[in-house]
């Protein structure tokens, strides 16, 4: 079964206007946390946003936010007046096993955002 | 900032070949990983280390993956035999404590 969902493959977006892209997880382990990941052409693996399953608030990094909701499992990514360079394949990922040796980040399948001038 | 340093950035080898990736991670962390990505798909977990031994590895790791960490600064990624399906970005990252996960840069693997 997919632990995390990504169910848009694709999105456009105006240059200038906010962008939601969504994903979805499924854990039964308490202490989890969640990653947004952006990767140019270029291919590089670039840390946007994290946020932990025991945080109180909604992480905020820039023009990035998290809008996370625990009770429906979902964990979206907002850019804020998106740029031509926001343009790239954006992952969404889960961190299970927090703390432990089993510790490891689990992708999800991504979506590519395109951002029109 | 800190970085993990991964080289070379791109390398190709010929099928039946063995290669090894190399990875410096960040000097006080204490877990490493190797991840993969197939063109065009998901990245996907190969393998974790912990203490100096595999602490996971997923199905992909097979007899002929092997990780190490020879010095106290690298870790890397041997394929003893390439095959043409192992053609992908190969990913290093490493960890400090509760939440520091960072990646390298990739190395982008084309066996031929």
């Known amino acids: 079964a997919q632990k995390i969902t990504q169910t848009q493959p694709g999105m456009f977006v105006q240059e200038k206007e906010a962008v939601t892209l969504d994903c979805t997880y499924d854990t039964s382990d308490p202490s989890y946390g969640l990653f947004w990941y952006k990767q140019p052409s270029s291919g590089e693996m670039i840390f946007l946003i994290y946020q932990g399953s025991y945080d109180q608030q909604n992480a905020t990094e820039g023009r990035y936010s998290l809008n996370f909701q625990k009770a429906r499992k979902s964990a979206n990514l907002v850019i804020s007046a998106s740029q031509l360079g926001d343009s790239a394949m954006y992952f969404c990922?889960?961190?299970?096993?927090?703390?432990?040796?089993?510790?490891?980040?689990?992708f999800g399948p991504g979506t590519s955002l395109s951002v029109i001038p | 900032e800190p970085e993990v340093t991964q080289t070379p950035s791109h390398q190709v080898t010929q099928m039946g070949q063995e290669v090894i990736l190399r990875c410096v991670p960040i000097?006080?962390?204490?877990?490493f990983y190797w991840y993969r990505q197939i063109l065009g798909q998901k990245v996907e977990f190969l393998v974790s280390?912990?203490?100096?031994?595999?602490?996971?590895k997923s199905e992909i790791f097979d007899d002929q993956f092997s990780v190490e960490r020879p010095d106290g600064s690298n870790f890397t990624l041997k394929i003893r035999s390439t095959k043409l399906e192992d053609s992908a970005m190969y990913f290093c990252?490493?960890?400090?404590?509760?939440?520091?996960?960072?990646f390298g840069s990739g190395t982008r693997l084309t066996v031929v």
């Open positions: 990922a889960m961190r299970e096993g927090r703390g432990t040796s089993y510790d490891k980040v689990i």
């Open positions: 280390f912990y203490n100096n031994e595999i602490s996971e």
């Open positions: 000097s006080n962390h204490l877990y």
């Open positions: 990252a490493s960890r400090a404590g509760s939440w520091g996960y960072t």
